[in-house]
């Protein structure tokens, strides 16, 4: 990987003397610490948040991120938890969005990846005839430095790309108690999404499925996680008010929470024009998750055909099939496609008020 970001020759750079450096972007993401150092754990001591307020917590829950220039994320939310990014070598430049914007950063679940729910709209080079809404989107764009450390709060937008020719960021996701909801919510999305996508095409799971998603689950196992999720869910809701009840001891917590110690270096990152935010960001196309795998599929919905492409990505015309045949599955009959269905059906204000009226029916 060093020696094709440095232009050396490709015998050098295998596996990719395949790729000319110019032309295409590498990115290795959601490396978990734990398992690339599972034989050396002394490691996962160099790597501490507890000047952050999370004493204890250290590489074992945290994830390794490299990329090379113009490496990114498209624009997506996490669905669980709240978010630590330190930078350790190169910049990066972070998109943010507020949970307030949702709706104009059209949210989709296809691609489908589990706890992200990706908008359909390039941040860096919007689409504003097909996604008008985002012109009220309110960007806080930061770069950031080696050294600097980003506080990405709960369900914050965020499209992440690379500046320098490597970047290196740990991060670790902060479990929150609105994650036992959201598992739910996950557990619903997960059970629709796979149900409907694969009585469509099962032959061609590939097409909708995330690269992070090994394959699709069936409905049995849909359903016990589930269950699974709506049982912890009451189990914890039944502990929080015995708490209550007893000494108060949710409520200290939810105050400790809000004063989690972030010491006096926290900057905050406030909102741009759209039109300085897009000045400052350059037009980049290419977006793709895992692009270190010996995987050699293309990644549907994850890279785009100008610019830079991912160094795993097939041709355009591969990728192009793929959208076409997926989003407009027999057009010629029909003027709604599974994807227009699902777009609806597990939007996340819909999923939300389906899990409120599935636990509330577990509750009686």
Same mark, same amino acid.
């Given at each position: 990987?060093?020696?094709?970001?440095?232009g050396?020759?490709?015998?050098?750079?295998?596996?990719?003397?395949?790729?000319?450096?110019?032309?295409y972007?590498?990115?290795?993401?959601?490396?978990?610490?734990?398992?690339?150092?599972?034989?050396?754990?002394?490691?996962?001591?160099?790597? /501490?948040?507890?000047?952050? +307020?999370? *004493?204890?917590?250290?590489?074992?829950?945290? &994830?390794?991120?490299?990329?090379?220039?113009e490496a990114?994320?498209p624009?997506?939310?996490?669905?669980? +938890?709240c978010?630590?990014?330190?930078q350790?070598?190169?910049?990066k430049?972070?998109h943010?969005?507020? *949970?307030?914007?949702?709706?104009f950063?059209? *949210?989709?679940?296809?691609?489908?990846e589990?706890?992200?729910i990706?908008?359909?709209?390039?941040?860096?080079?919007?689409?504003?005839?097909?996604?008008?809404?985002?012109?009220?989107?309110?960007?806080?764009?930061?770069?950031?430095? *080696?050294?600097?450390?980003?506080?990405?709060p709960r369900?914050?937008?965020?499209?992440?790309?690379?500046?320098?020719p490597?970047?290196?960021?740990?991060?670790?996701?902060?479990? %929150?108690?609105?994650?036992?909801?959201?598992?739910?919510?996950?557990?619903?999305?997960?059970?629709?999404?796979?149900?409907i996508?694969?009585?469509?095409?099962?032959?061609?799971?590939d097409?909708?499925?995330?690269? &992070?998603e090994?394959?699709?689950?069936?409905?049995?196992?849909n359903?016990?996680?589930?269950? +699974?999720?709506?049982?912890?869910?009451?189990?914890?809701q /039944?502990?929080?008010?015995?708490?209550?009840?007893?000494?108060?001891?949710?409520?200290?917590k939810?105050?400790?929470?809000?004063?989690?110690?972030?010491?006096?270096?926290?900057?905050?990152?406030?909102?741009q024009?759209?039109?300085?935010?897009s000045?400052?960001a350059?037009?980049v196309?290419?977006?793709?998750?895992?692009?270190?795998?010996?995987?050699?599929? +293309?990644?549907?919905?994850k890279?785009?055909?100008?610019g830079?492409?991912?160094? /795993?990505?097939?041709?355009?015309?591969?990728?192009?099939?793929?959208?076409?045949?997926?989003s407009?599955a027999?057009?010629?009959?029909m003027?709604?496609?599974?994807?227009? %269905?699902?777009?609806?059906?597990?939007?996340?204000?819909?999923?939300? %008020?389906?899990?409120?009226?599935?636990?509330?029916?577990e509750r009686?």
């Open positions: 990987f060093l020696a094709w970001t440095s050396q020759p490709t015998s050098v750079s295998r596996p990719f003397s395949c790729y000319d450096s110019s032309k972007w590498a990115y290795a993401d959601y490396k978990y610490i734990a398992r690339i150092f599972e034989d050396k754990t002394e490691i996962f001591k160099d790597i /501490m948040w507890s000047d952050f +307020g999370f *004493p204890g917590r250290n590489g074992k829950e945290s &994830t390794l991120w490299i990329g090379s220039a990114n994320t624009c997506h939310l996490d669905s669980y +938890g978010n630590l990014v330190l350790i070598q190169g910049r430049r972070w943010l969005f507020p *949970p307030s914007n949702t709706t950063l059209y *949210p989709t679940r296809i691609p489908y589990e706890s992200s990706f908008s359909k709209v390039n941040v860096v080079n919007p689409d504003l005839r097909h996604y008008p809404q985002f012109r009220k989107a309110q960007a806080h764009v930061v770069t950031l430095n *080696p050294g600097q450390v980003l506080f990405v369900h914050w937008w965020h499209y992440v790309e690379s500046v320098d490597i970047t290196v960021s740990i991060n670790s996701w902060i479990e %929150l108690d609105a994650d036992h909801k959201a598992r739910v919510e996950e557990a619903i999305t997960r059970t629709l999404v796979c149900a996508k694969s009585a469509e095409n099962p032959s061609r799971l097409a909708w499925l995330n690269p &992070t090994v394959e699709a689950t069936s409905h049995e196992i359903l016990q996680y589930l269950n +699974g999720a709506i049982s912890a869910y009451l189990e914890y /039944m502990v929080t008010v015995s708490e209550d009840r007893d000494c108060s001891t949710h409520v200290v939810a105050k400790k929470l809000e004063k989690i110690p972030f010491g006096v270096h926290l900057i905050p990152v406030l909102p024009s759209q039109e300085a935010s000045v400052g350059g037009a196309e290419s977006d793709s998750r895992d692009l270190l795998s010996e995987n050699e599929g +293309g990644h549907f919905g890279s785009r055909c100008t830079k492409q991912s160094v /795993m990505s097939n041709d355009c015309e591969t990728l192009a099939d793929q959208t076409d045949s997926d407009t027999n057009s010629s009959q003027g709604i496609s599974t994807n227009d %269905l699902l777009d609806c059906l597990v939007n996340p204000q819909v999923i939300s %008020l389906v899990a409120s009226l599935l636990l509330e029916r009686v």
